[in-house]
Each structure stands twice: as C-alpha cells, then as structure tokens.
T-cell receptor, first 116, second 119 residues
Framework: AQKITQTQPGMFVQEKEAVTLDCTYD???????LFWYKQPSSGEMIFLIY??????QNATEGRYSLNFQKARKSANLVISASQLGDSAMYFC?????????????FGKGTTLSVSS | EAGVVQSPRYKIIEKKQPVAFWCNPI?????LYWYRQNLGQGPELLIR????????DSQLPKDRFSAERLKGVDSTLKIQPAELGDSAVYLC?????????????????FGEGSRLTVL
C-alpha cells in the first residue's frame, strides 16, 4: 500500500491566486513528520514546510501553509498568491517513526503550472 | 554554506557499461542518502549512511549496485553493469545530527542530482 498518495498529477493556477495540492498518508505510528518539497526543472529538491504529528497548529512558511487534518490523514499544501516561479513539481513526504536519520518516503508528486 | 554537491550532472552510457556517481554532503552532516528518481515519479531510497556505516540498504539492488562512504564524508554510488531500466536521476541528500533540546524538522538537503541515460 502506498504510504503517501498525491492524486493530482497536474494542477493549473493563475498568478496571484491560491492553490491547494493534496496529500494523504498512511501510517499506524502516532509519531511522524510530514514534509513538502518543490522540484523545479533544474532538478534540486527544495524543502518548503514541515508538520510534526504532535504539532497543535498548522505549519506556515511565508506563502506556504500546510492544512493538517490528522483524523483524515491529510496534509495538503496551500500556496497563496501564486507566482510564475512556483511552476514546478511538488512532493509530499513522510518520515515514520520520527527518529534521527530515518529516510523520507515520497509521493509521486503534482506538477503545478502557474500562468500569467 | 555550500550545498550538497553531486557529479556528474549528466551521464550517457551504453548498457552493460559501468558508471559511478559522486556526492559531497554539506559539511558536518553525518547522515547521507542516495535516492533514485524515475521519470515522473517521486524519489525512492536506495541506501542511507550514518557516518561511514550503511544502516539501510534494503532497497539497493546489490547484484549490480554498490555504494561506499569512506571516512564518513564523500560517497560514491556505482552501477556495474548498467541496464536500460537504470535510466533515472540519482539524488544524494544529507542531514545534520539532530540538536538536543531544540526543534528539529529533520529535513533532508538535496543535491541537484545525476541524470543517467542508458542506451
């Protein structure tokens, strides 16, 4: 079974609009971490935002926020005021259980295209 | 601070040839990962090192893949012989030792990857 599911292969948004990228996860461990990475065409994976399973509040980093719904096991990324430079592949990832060094498990990604 | 450095960025070889990828992690990062990313997919872990010890290599196809991290710094990933299905981007990532009594997100820092094409 997939640990991380990203059901949107591609998303399209206009500049300055908000967009939500979906992510659901599967784990039986109560302690885990959720991550979002951006991968532009250059190939480098860029860390965007992190949410710990015990965090009480949704994580925010500038224009990025994570809509964490623990009961639904979803961790959607919200990008506000989209910019042309946001066009890239976006990956949701999970670490379980939360301990030093454990690798991240990635979803298949969502391609975001921002138009002017 | 310099990021994770990988080389070569691109490599084209014929099947059955050997190939090697090199990774220099961020200074002080004790954990190093090699991931493989097939076209249109997310990265998948091949091997994880804690210092010079390979602590998770369950996903590494050991018949043709090998890796080493001498002295716990640089790492090399080798494929011999390469097959057509090995065409992918090979990503190296590193992670610092978690700090005690401080919030650790534990994110991985990735290099730009080495794109392999096997003909």
């Amino acid at each position: 079974a997939q640990k991380i599911t990203q059901t949107q292969p591609g998303m399209f948004v206009q500049e300055k609009e908000a967009v939500t990228l979906d992510c659901t996860y599967d784990t039986s461990d109560p302690s885990y971490g959720l991550f979002w990475y951006k991968q532009p065409s250059s190939g480098e994976m860029i860390f965007l935002i992190y949410q710990g399973s015990y965090d009480q509040q949704n994580a925010t980093e500038g224009r990025y926020s994570l809509n964490f719904q623990k009961a639904r096991k979803s961790a959607n990324l919200v990008i506000s005021a989209s910019q042309l430079g946001d066009s890239a592949m976006y990956f949701c990832a999970m670490r379980e259980p939360y301990q030093a060094g454990t690798a991240l498990i990635f979803g298949k990604g969502t391609t975001l295209s921002v138009s002017s | 601070e310099a990021g994770v450095v990988q080389s070569p960025r691109y490599k084209i070889i014929e099947k059955k040839q050997p190939v090697a990828f090199w990774c220099n992690p961020i200074s002080g990062h004790n954990t190093l990962y090699w991931y493989r990313q097939n076209l249109g997919q997310g990265p998948e872990l091949l091997i994880r090192y804690e210092n010079e010890e390979a602590v998770d290599d369950s996903q590494l196809p050991k018949d043709r893949f090998s890796a080493e991290r001498l002295k716990g710094v640089d790492s090399t990933l080798k494929i011999q012989p390469a097959e057509l299905g090995d065409s992918a981007v090979y990503l190296c990532a590193s992670r610092p030792r978690p700090k005690v009594n401080r919030a650790n997100t534990g994110e991985l820092f990735f290099g730009e990857g080495s794109r392999l094409t096997v003909l």
